[in-house]
């Protein structure tokens, strides 16, 4: 679709006129909610931090209630209307527009504004164009405050609108709705797109688990169990802190980045601390293996990282270097599998920060294959890992390609809401 030219045919000559949104519509400004009045049920309620984190464009429910008697000190949102925000740390979510269709009232309170569209404005037309360049232009010239950025309703209503065919609201209406619906369109297949991908990359998970546990069973093969304190030792990490973090220094790894930044294995780090805390400092070796002894989750305790890497890495006091004999990535993998996640649990700590205590870890059993052959136990220790790295590549490159294939589709609806908004401005008002 040649953008330019669909708009020049939609406006079929009709004249374009930037109007004040003031002049467009009603704003209301709301007053307090704080999220201390949330409750289970009641009134539909619109906080104006979730505008930013929890909703789309539009929504036709609400992620809070509010009590009746609460709501009915709250300003009103009906069928249509646009909650916007007024305030944030970051200028980008603010005058973040979220159009309420939900059949049953909401309400919402303050650092947003009601906005009721007139006879000449479409309120998803609108929600559109404030994510083009223009608006965050005017957006920009009236944002004000460092810390905290915030446009008030007075400015808001200020902010320019473009207004095909003003002088027919009628036509103009069906204009901004051609516009929408295309600009719809764009949207939902990115939506869809993200929805495929993310389910192709659920089952692919799901398949990879099946076959990681399946092949780490050893079902009446030569097998034994053994403790892991049985086949290494546990080495526990230095204290160090994101304080200390530096663009050049010595490589080493937090136990917070393990379930956040790292895979199964990894030969570089994604942080260094400075050279000045060496002598502080304990550092596990290549192909030791590093489990976090701590996090928020009982899943993400004692997630493993093999260290391939040839230089040694200072880690973390929350976390181990497990020292052994056998292939690395076999006993990363090993604590991956359903058998390792049953027998950690009973070692963890409740609390909201989970623990797994090296006593306790020292007592899960992983298996041995061989174990009576050094050499072929290595072997096929090494076979089930090639496979294993196999599926950890499938994984890795959709995890990788699922954003990059949404980001594009993301450019796409940008490129062309930028054209069909790209109305010319000399009859700004």
Not at 118 to 129: D, E, K, P, R, T
Not at 205 to 226: A, M, P
Not at 385 to 404: H, N, Q
């Amino acid at each position: 679709m040649n953008g330019l030219g669909y708009l020049e045919r939609l406006l079929d000559g009709a004249a374009v006129e930037w109007v004040p949104l003031g002049e467009l519509a009603e704003l209301v400004r709301g007053n307090g909610l704080p999220k201390s009045d949330f409750t289970e049920t009641g009134v539909p309620a619109i906080h104006y931090g979730q505008i930013y984190t929890h909703y789309g464009m539009s929504t036709t429910t609400t992620k809070s209630f509010v009590a009746p008697e609460t709501a009915a000190t709250l300003k009103k949102v009906n069928y249509g209307d646009i909650v916007i925000t007024n305030t944030s740390e970051n200028f980008e979510d603010v005058a973040t527009p979220l159009v309420y269709f939900g059949d049953e009232q909401a309400v919402t309170g303050g650092h947003a504004t009601i906005i009721r569209p007139g006879n000449a404005l479409s309120a998803m037309y609108f929600a559109h164009f404030t994510q083009t360049p223009e608006f965050e232009a005017e957006k920009r010239r009236y944002a004000k405050g460092t810390k905290v950025i915030d446009v008030s309703a007075v400015d808001m209503a200020k902010i320019l609108i473009p207004i095909p065919c003003p002088e027919n609201p009628q036509k103009s209406l069906v204009i901004q709705a051609e516009i929408v619906r295309i600009l719809d369109a764009f949207s939902m297949l990115t939506a869809e797109l993200a929805a495929e991908l993310a389910a192709e990359l659920a089952a692919r998970k799901t398949q990879y688990n099946h076959y990681r546990n399946q092949l780490l069973s050893f079902d009446g093969e030569d097998v034994e169990w053994k403790t892991l304190a049985e086949i290494g030792e546990f080495i526990r990490g230095k204290r160090f802190t994101k304080a200390d973090y530096v663009d050049e220094g010595i490589s080493a790894i937090h136990y917070g980045e393990i379930y956040t930044h790292y895979g199964t294995f990894a030969s570089e780090t994604h942080s260094k601390v400075k050279p000045a805390l060496e002598n502080s400092l304990r550092f596990a070796q290549k192909g030791d293996v590093i489990i976090t002894g701590v996090s928020e989750t009982v899943e993400d305790v004692g997630k493993a990282l093999a260290w391939l890497g040839d230089e040694r890495v200072a880690f973390h006091d929350d976390s181990y270097a497990f020292r052994h004999k056998m292939n690395p990535k076999f006993i990363a993998y090993a604590l991956q599998t359903d058998a390792f996640q049953d027998q950690k649990a009973q070692y963890v700590s409740t609390g909201k920060m989970k623990r797994l205590l090296v006593e306790g870890i020292k007592k899960v059993k992983l298996p041995i294959p061989f174990p009576n052959d050094p050499a072929k136990s290595l072997a096929e220790q090494a076979r089930i890992v090639s496979i294993l790295d196999k599926f950890e590549t499938l994984t890795a490159s959709l995890a990788t390609g699922l954003p990059r294939e949404i980001a594009l589709r993301q450019k796409q609806y940008e490129y062309y809401r930028n054209l069909l908004f790209s109305f010319p401005k000399g009859d700004k008002a």
